[in-house]
């Protein structure tokens, strides 16, 4: 479950990291019931936000998922590595990312590679 402190930034941000998302496939409500919940997560800084889901494949395999990021591109880069350490806490496999073609070559050098239109890392 999520802070009241972490609920008031994660609504200081809430409209910025609704704007990239398609309301046809995530709606307002959802993301916000996902966040109050725990289901996602959510790390902010004053010039980012991020906030990450988990999958879990049918073999039982679980994927930290970037769900949707905003404000500057360095800052987004700063605050994956704790989204990371959730999935690892969790015990996810991979961290995945589904984003525009451009973050491919902004995360290449933090062990991101394309994987058919979803950028992945491998968990170590």
Known sequence: MITMDEWHDYQSWRSRLLTPADERFYPAGWLDSEIWTGRAR??????????????????????VHGLVAAGDAA????????AEQWGREIGAVVSEIDSRQGWARVL?????????????????
Do not use: N
């Open 42 to 63: 959510f790390w902010c800084t004053e010039a980012a936000a991020i906030v990450a889901t988990f999958t879990a494949y049918p073999s039982g395999a679980l994927a």
């Open 75 to 82: 800052e987004v880069r700063k605050l994956i590595p704790y």
């Open 108 to 124: 290449a050098d933090d062990g991101y590679a394309v994987h058919q239109v979803r950028l992945r890392k491998e968990m170590v």
